[in-house]
């Protein structure tokens, strides 16, 4: 009788451990991963939470801070055709130029290189056609190329005007009369062919490669 009840008291303890059997269905639930932010995600997300691939960066030449001063943006040609490679790499700031004086205080002199980057000619769109250069204070004021007496202030080297051809380049340049205040830094803002805006970063003093030299040909 005992070796009878030690049997079936086995027999049940058996079978309560079989139905509580240590299986796959007891792991304990997979932790969602932890992105390097230190927010979770899913850990089925291939992106971990991030920018997803092919993600235009923030900032550069359509929005954000802009380009920084010397560096070159892809740009459409006047009625989209042609590509010019637009580069802004200096920019001077003066009281009098070309033997004018600066109607709201300071002239900004901008100059940069256009580069042809097809088989066809590409000009830069004119102003009365909406596109061209504007400066862009910090306070978001707009301020055009016409203003004050900026559109008397010429540079023999930096006056081109016509198509760049395919393989060649041309030296620009685009003057703004600003108060003081305007001129303490801002945007570059130029509107291409398809009317697509590129920026670029202004700083609030003489800067560049060719200072000097804009400043010869600035004088009277």
Known sequence: MR?????????????????????DDDKPAEKPSTSSAGE????????GGGESPGAEPSGGGEGGEGLA?????????DGGTGVLEITPDTVVFVKEGSGETAENGVF??????????????????????????????SDGEM?????????????????GADPVQPGGYQWRAQVF????????????????????????????TD?????????????P
């Open 177 to 204: 009369d600003l108060t003081p205040a305007q001129a303490k830094g801002g945007l570059l803002i130029y509107i291409d062919g398809e009317n697509k805006a590129h920026r670029w970063q202004m700083p609030s």
């Open 108 to 137: 900004a002199v901008v100059t940069m290189k256009d580069k042809a980057m097809t088989e066809v000619a590409a000009d830069e769109p004119a102003p009365i056609s909406g596109g061209g250069w504007t400066w862009m204070a």
């Open 40 to 47: 979770p995600t899913l850990s089925g997300d291939p992106t």
């Open 143 to 159: 301020i055009g190329w016409d203003s004050g007496n900026s559109s008397y202030v010429t540079l023999d080297k930096y006056n």
């Open 3 to 23: 070796t009878r009840i030690t049997a079936a008291t086995a027999a049940l303890l058996l079978a309560a451990l079989t139905a509580c059997g240590g299986g």
């Open 207 to 219: 800067t560049g490669p060719n200072v000097a030299e804009v400043k010869k040909q600035l004088a």
């Open 69 to 77: 001063l010397g560096k070159a943006a892809q740009t459409t040609g």
